[in-house]
């Protein structure tokens, strides 16, 4: 079993509000995702990131943003919360020539 | 853009039959292609996955057919369980090994 980890599982949250999604992994991966995917779609890719102090931009539009200031961690941040933010997101890591390793993810809801 | 397509959207199986799904892709570039299988509430978990330079690999009751030349590659299960009822993504990586593209998923019911 993959030993990344995902907190909080769920939240639901105002509108307005900053919040942080916190995304830990323990196997040494450099690179890292985090994809939204809404009730029974496909994935999203938002942020990824190489390494330390590396972070891209997804394919699909976002307004959080992300940091990598260690490689076992990779927090994503929405400054301010909308109801259109409401999904599930998942954070992944993999090496380089493997296969990516997901998290629980976190069902976000902002009301 | 969609770079991987996925097919059918759902599928029901009667309990021991074979499910079958598909997934096309252009981009001659992708060099990995994992299949994801994710339960309600959970995230996806790895369940098999294959390189271009091979054209089947099994493991246990799921299958990966790859053909190359047609750019597609379909996930078999045989014997196929009940507990097998979840949603499955096929997936590609780009050869610079930084992004992974998902098909849609194909939900599967496994009928008793």
């Known amino acids: 079993e993959a030993d990344i980890y995902q907190t909080p599982r769920y939240l639901v949250i105002g509108t307005g509000k900053k919040i942080t999604l916190e995304c830990s992994q323990t196997m040494g991966h450099d690179k890292m995702y985090w994809y939204q995917q809404d009730p029974g779609m496909e994935l999203h890719l938002i942020h990824y990131s190489y390494g330390v102090n590396s972070t891209e931009k997804g394919d699909l539009s976002s307004e959080s943003t992300v940091s990598r200031i260690r490689t076992e961690h990779f927090p994503l941040t929405l400054e301010s919360a909308r109801p259109s933010h409401t999904s599930q997101y998942l954070c992944?890591?993999?090496?380089?020539?493997?296969?990516?390793?997901f998290g629980q993810g976190t069902r976000l809801t902002v009301v | 853009q969609q770079q991987v397509k996925q097919s059918p959207q759902s599928l029901i199986v009667q309990k021991g039959g074979i499910s079958i799904i598909n997934c096309a892709y252009e981009?001659?570039?992708?060099?990995?292609f994992p299949w994801y299988q994710q339960f309600p509430g959970k995230g996806p978990a790895l369940l098999i996955a294959?390189?271009?330079?091979?054209s089947e690999k099994k493991e246990g009751r799921f299958t990966i057919s790859f053909n190359k030349s047609a750019k597609q590659f379909s996930l078999h299960i045989m014997d196929s369980q009940p507990g097998d009822s979840a949603t499955y993504f096929c997936a590609a990586r780009g050869n610079t090994g930084n992004q992974f593209y998902f098909g849609t998923g194909t939900s599967l019911t496994v009928i008793p």
């Open positions: 992944a890591s993999s090496e380089a020539t493997a296969e990516a390793f």
């Open positions: 294959i390189r271009p330079d091979v």
């Open positions: 981009n001659t570039a992708f060099d990995y």
